[in-house]
């Protein structure tokens, strides 16, 4: 593919070398799609084709890809929805309808301000899973030895994915100052990698794993004030990750209730919103692994609608060059179980019936920081938390390690925690998941941690 437009965008300027050189040439995918519209015979499926009742005892005369009876029998999906590839970008349908379903989260009311935020993003691309999509946007963007900004306390696979596969690094900043976001630390490490590199990219991730922080609105404006400010001084492009795996899920008052990405979209200057969500969380299928990756563009990159539309298809090409040489296509029956549920029910049914959950959740937010409160120690601090499915208790250094203080939960309380031990950090503490914990539970639970913390 001839890319045209994005080699003139900051967006290709930020990219890893991987990213730009990679691509999805014209390969099977490319020829079969043209053979089931001009053929008349087709040899270019890799898929095993048969009449059902050649291999199926008691099957139709229709020719259907060859499956095992077992999987008919556990769904009343069509087998062509359960057993055939998915195209390398997801499913069509499913790809569109998850566009919409952005559009809808955004809360914009005014149609124009839905038309521009439907033109300023990709269509978004399906990965397997939001950890799939991370390390894909991120070999996408960083070469080995560059830098991503993140605060200190982060989802521990981000090191995983960054550090130790691509060869990057992160370049941490604490996260709190005075039990508020250090929109200072910010600044600081956006300055210094200005020093760095020819481009400044930020991972954040609200509600937060593993503290449940989402920004007040008044930290929104100062978070959103660093990047203008700072995009305009520099004036580098500045790539903002927004890992939304939690979306949905605030509790708290007088926190933002609605996904960062929109607001970073409308700053002027390069800086571009990357988000990442997907099924795991917001339609609570954990185990189905259909994350999305959508790419926001910026108005002053193009000149009119042709121009735009093929900016976008460029980028559809490169991510789906990324799909290809590493997962080749993602999950199909979830795509398809995801679609019909929407189709089905429709998007005010499916909030409705998830807002259950949510509410679920509130309660056990609401019950344990009740309970964490009542705990008088100085060697104890809750951080900031407000959604999401988890909060972290951190504990002093000098008193006892974190991992020491988890054993000896488990060994002498039964009760179990993440610790998360970072000297380099500044972290040393507990991520406890109340997710996972029957209300009615939680005072126990949060007794037994208060009696581990006398031992000490």
């Known amino acids: 593919m001839e890319f045209k437009i994005i080699n003139k965008t900051p967006l290709y300027f930020a990219l890893s070398e991987l990213g730009k050189r990679i691509f999805l040439p014209d390969g099977i995918f490319y020829w079969s799609g043209r053979a089931k519209k001009e053929a008349e015979l087709i040899g270019t499926i890799g898929t095993a084709f048969g009449f059902e009742k050649d291999f199926i005892d008691g099957g139709s005369e229709e020719w259907v890809p060859c499956y095992l009876k077992d999987f008919k029998e556990y769904s009343t999906l069509d087998i062509r929805s359960i057993v055939t590839y998915a195209p390398i970008g997801g499913v069509a349908e499913m790809r569109k309808i998850w566009k919409q379903w952005i559009l809808k989260k955004s809360n914009y009311s005014e149609e124009s301000k839905l038309k521009s935020l439907e033109n300023s993003i990709t269509l978004p691309i399906v990965t397997q899973g939001i950890t799939n999509g991370i390390y894909m946007i991120c070999s996408f963007l960083l070469n080995p030895g560059e830098y991503i900004i993140s605060p200190n306390k982060r989802w521990g696979n981000y090191d995983n994915i960054i550090n130790k596969n691509i060869g990057a690094k992160i370049k941490s900043f604490n996260f709190f100052i005075d039990g508020k976001f250090n929109t200072q630390g910010l600044e600081s490490a956006i300055q210094e990698m200005a020093k760095e590199q020819n481009k400044i990219i930020i991972i954040l991730n609200f509600p937060n794993n593993p503290t449940g922080y989402c920004p007040t609105k008044k930290e929104l404006s100062q978070i959103l004030e660093v990047l203008k400010k700072s995009q305009k001084i520099i004036n580098l492009p500045f790539i903002i990750l927004i890992d939304d795996a939690y979306e949905p899920y605030v509790y708290g008052e007088n926190v933002i209730d609605r996904s960062i990405f929109y607001d970073i979209l409308e700053l002027e200057g390069d800086i571009i919103p990357i988000k990442l969500d997907g099924i795991s969380k917001e339609l609570l299928a954990y185990g189905g692994r259909v994350g999305f990756v959508t ?102 250094p000098e008193k006892t390690k974190a991992t020491e203080f988890a054993d000896l939960l488990l060994k002498k309380y039964k009760v179990g925690v993440i610790p998360i031990e970072k000297e380099d950090d500044n972290i040393n503490g507990i991520r406890i998941a109340y997710c996972s914990i029957d209300l009615e539970k939680i005072p126990e639970f949060i007794k037994r941690v208060s009696l581990a913390l006398n031992d000490l």
């Open 295 to 396: 790419i926001g563009i910026k108005p002053q990159w193009t000149d009119n609608d042709e121009e735009l539309e093929t900016l976008k298809a460029e980028i559809n090409n490169k991510l789906e060059g990324m799909n290809r040489s590493t997962i080749s296509n993602t999950n199909h029956y979830y795509q398809e179980v995801a679609l019909k549920m929407f189709i089905d029910k429709g998007m005010d049914t499916i909030i409705k019936k998830r807002e259950k959950v949510r509410l679920l959740l509130k309660k056990r937010y609401d019950l344990i920081n009740s309970e964490l409160s009542k705990i008088d120690s100085p060697d104890v601090s809750v951080d900031p938390n407000s959604g999401g499915f988890f909060l972290f208790v951190n504990i002093n």
